[in-house]
């Protein structure tokens, strides 16, 4: 069993509300943080603790923090970005309604270490209910003295709201979070300058993660040392992962980062291994932008080293033979699954969402969408496949916000790891047309140079 | 942005006047213009889950913005409707993992059952389905959202007993 520090009271009955959260300790690292510690001081214990932002990028949380700007004397701002939308990840949502408070506390005490007297938590316009369930906690909250004007005697204000989205994955990218919270479209606003120095109303603000921000009270109860314990390497702490697909048992997870995915894919204290008795034949291990990996490649590397739930072990061998732990959307697929049309799927999503600012995005995500479909319906063409790649290769790297590339890599990774999966479809059309749905033949089972071209 | 000629009777409300200004307090008194996506939610909520031009030209007022900056938000999201929808909406998530575990079977049938197709209105006005995309319950899928709140773990038996339900007037659409 693996340390818990997000979920470890998730079962306790009444942790939503306030009483049995704070009789559970909750509220503990606001009264430290205020009574005890400099903001600076927190600072350095979320760089010590080695805390990496959980929405996907993974970027560290505690430098993120130091580059806020102090000096210019504007306002500051913490946004929690609970826009949570990447396909195959559901883990905020499960965080901010079963045990509300802690997220509150985490932004309670992550405001006073940035020195920020009004802070947002910007949720998807989908999770209505959370919001809700958001907003009655916040209340809890002021009305037990956690909010509102010098808190606990300390001459610290914060007021926290929360602010309600309208249906646009773009509006997880923070820039565009910010423009969505000032009222306007999701379009991701050119950096630099960075959040940090002029974000939300060009203030310096800080955008963090649910999960992340939910991380800091337990680093400032115990100490970012202790935090850098948990873990492999630069993977520390504890992370949750949202599993779905073709798995016995989907949900989400708390697991420490360094579990082996083997382990986290068979252990019945996990996902208990697949759902029939079809086999494994690929899965996505962080969301729908990561590349998807064969399996072959899930259990052991390149290299033939086990495979870790770690950021350097799922990157292990790049977009070759790699993938990314992103926002550990875990997504597994049996060999019932078509794989053409999975990517068929993912395209039309990120064309329905590219904000339509860049043209490789706007444009690009649309060709790809149409030639998969062509294929997936079983009109493809032998050219098709190169011209996806070409396609995709055009549109990563080339535009304002990571969408472009998100669109782009797991088609380029579909492709890279089965080719003949796409290049079936095009040369058995009849066998293509007239399929239930996203049930594929077994095509772990099709081999091509086999196939006579007719 | 959608054209209709609907008419649609504006009734702001004293309670819905209240909990806007609620949201406008939320921000600092230069910015409200914040409140926009929020406060557009509570005025669609009040008014059959859609948004007409009149209605944003209202909203626009009471935030004291031009018309052009509510309907460039309006057209950008999708869960402002521009035009009426049906009284109780089956948005089905038809992303990969939910179709991985028979969303668009489930789709096919809800349609056959109800006599539309995806995206058009019961004659009655009541039911409407819609496939959209991913709504974060991968793990509980298939799924569809109808008002604030999800139905998971979806079932033909669970659409059978959804469809009843609505009829009996027994769905609770917003969490007010």
């Not at chain 2, 819905?16 to 910015?31: A, G």
């Not at chain 2, 035009?83 to 575990?101: A, D, R, V, W």
């Amino acid at each position: 069993m693996s340390q818990k520090i997000l979920l470890d009271k998730i079962n306790v009955p009444g942790i939503k509300t306030y009483d049995v959260y704070r009789r559970e300790g909750g509220y503990a690292s606001v009264e430290k943080a205020l009574k005890k510690l400099t903001p600076d001081e927190i600072v350095e214990e979320v760089k010590t603790s080695g805390l990496r932002g959980r929405g996907g990028a993974g970027f560290p949380a505690g430098m993120k923090w130091s580059f806020i700007d102090k000096k210019s004397g504007k306002p500051r701002h913490l946004v929690c970005n609970a826009d949570e939308s990447e396909p195959g990840t559901f883990k905020d949502r499960y965080l901010m309604e079963f045990i509300p408070h802690l997220l509150i506390e985490g932004m309670i005490t992550s405001s006073y270490a940035l020195g920020a007297n009004l802070s947002y938590i910007y949720i998807r316009g989908e999770y209505m209910w959370i919001y809700k369930i958001l907003e009655r906690a916040i209340a809890e909250a002021k009305a037990a003295g956690w909010l509102g004007k010098n808190i606990l005697g300390s001459g610290y204000d914060l007021e926290l709201y929360v602010q309600i989205g309208a249906g646009a994955y773009i509006c997880g990218e923070e820039t565009a979070l910010i423009e969505s919270l000032e009222g306007k479209r999701g379009n991701p606003r050119i950096k630099p300058p960075f959040p940090a120095v002029s974000g939300l109303w060009a203030n310096p603000t800080v955008v963090n993660n649910v999960e992340t921000i939910a991380s800091v009270p337990w680093i400032v109860n115990n100490s970012g040392a202790d935090y850098a314990k948990i873990g492999s390497g630069r993977s520390t702490g504890t992370k949750l992962i949202s599993a779905s697909g073709h798995i016995k048992n989907p949900g989400v997870y708390e697991i420490e980062l360094g579990l082996s995915v083997y382990e986290f894919m068979n252990s019945d204290e996990y996902l208990g291994g697949m759902s029939s008795s079809r086999p494994l034949k690929a899965f996505v291990p962080g969301g729908s932008s990561v590349p998807v990996l064969p399996a072959d490649l899930i259990y052991k590397t390149a290299n033939g080293e086990d495979r870790l739930m770690t950021y350097e072990s799922l990157s292990d061998g790049g977009f070759v033979s790699g993938s990314m732990l992103g926002s550990g959307g875990f997504i597994v697929y049996n060999d019932t699954a078509c794989i053409v049309r999975n990517t068929w799927n993912f395209s039309r999503f990120y064309h329905h969402e590219s904000c339509g600012q860049c043209s490789p995005c706007r444009e690009g995500t649309g060709w790809m969408e149409k030639v998969l479909n062509r294929i997936e319906n079983g009109f493809g063409r032998e050219e098709d496949i190169d011209l996806l790649l070409s396609i995709q290769s055009k549109i990563e790297g080339n535009t304002i916000c990571p969408l472009g590339d998100a669109a782009a890599w797991p088609v380029a990774a579909a492709i890279r790891h089965f080719r003949d999966e796409f290049e079936y479809h095009i040369r058995f059309p009849e066998k293509i047309k007239n399929r239930e749905h996203f049930v594929s033949e077994p095509f772990s089972k099709v081999i091509m140079s086999n196939v006579v071209m007719s | 942005m959608t054209h209709t000629n609907h008419k649609q009777e504006i009734n702001i409300t004293e309670t819905l006047m209240e909990r806007i200004n609620e949201l406008i307090s939320h921000y600092p008194e230069d910015k409200i213009k914040s409140a926009l996506l929020p406060v557009l939610h509570e005025v669609q909520d009040a008014h059959d889950n859609w948004l007409s031009l009149e209605l944003q030209d209202k909203v626009a007022e009471i935030l004291k913005i031009k018309p052009v900056e509510v309907y460039e938000v309006v057209s950008f999201y999708t869960m402002y409707n521009q035009k009426p929808i049906g009284k109780y909406m089956f948005e089905f998530c038809q992303t990969s993992p939910c179709c991985l575990n028979g969303v668009e079977n489930l789709m096919d049938y809800t349609c056959n059952k109800l006599g539309v197709k995806v995206g058009e209105i019961t004659q009655d006005g009541m039911f409407e389905v819609r496939g959209v995309e991913c709504l974060g319950a991968c793990g509980y899928a298939p799924m569809m959202q109808l008002g604030d709140f999800y139905q998971e773990h979806l079932t033909e038996e669970k659409i059978d007993q959804l469809i009843v339900d609505c009829r009996d007037n027994k769905i609770v659409m917003h969490d007010k």
